[in-house]
């Protein structure tokens, strides 16, 4: 009897918890009357909104970086290299770059931060990027952070804590960088 009784609890606590991943409902938005839409809808930044502004040129360089850490934004800096050094004569017959005619970059993962760089510096990513990124050892600071008997105590240990970790180091870099240039301290 107490067999059966139990089996009974375990099957009715088991399609009990079950029955929480089910849903019957569905959600529907409708149009807010309130906020009446204008004829105009605002710019959007989009490959197809680019490729209308630049209908006029006759070269639209579009790139695309992938993930995979530092040897991805080794590969993408490398790619920005390429094309600061391919001569192109722009539409005035002007010499100019491969590079000077880039009009979206799309980038994840490592790849991000050579196009954020990119995005944030322009032409002083080549005077700058590979000491202040390529060739820091952010493995070792990792390790130690690993180790600390602080990081051991927080939360579980997930792959966005670590890319919060290595970004949080970079920046700090850049801040104390800043300061050492205009001779301010903490």
Not at 87 to 98: I, M, V
Not at 109 to 134: C, H, N, P, V, W
Not at 144 to 172: E, K
Request: glycine letters at 6%; one cysteine or more.
């Amino acid at each position: 009897m107490a067999r059966s009784s139990r089996i009974s609890v375990l099957s009715s606590s088991l399609l009990f918890l079950l029955s929480g991943c089910s849903a019957t409902s569905t959600i529907t938005n409708p149009p807010s009357a309130s906020a009446p839409l204008s004829h105009d809808p605002p710019p959007t930044y989009s490959l197809k909104s680019k490729a209308q502004d630049f209908q006029q040129e006759s070269t639209l360089v579009l790139l695309s970086f992938s993930g995979g850490g530092t040897r991805a934004a080794a590969l993408s800096y490398g790619v920005l290299k390429g094309l600061q050094d391919y001569p192109f004569p722009n539409s005035h017959g002007e010499q100019s770059t491969l590079l000077d005619k880039v009009s979206v970059i799309s980038s994840v993962s490592g790849g991000s931060f050579t196009s954020a760089y990119y995005g944030l510096y322009q032409d002083e990513i080549f005077e700058r990027y590979e000491e202040e990124f390529l060739y820091q050892n952010f493995s070792n600071d990792l390790i130690d952070i690993l180790f600390s008997p602080r990081y051991w105590l927080s939360s579980s240990i997930v792959p966005l804590q670590r890319l919060i970790t290595i970004i949080r180091h970079f920046l700090m870099i850049q801040l104390f960088k800043i300061f050492e240039v205009t001779g301010q301290s903490s």
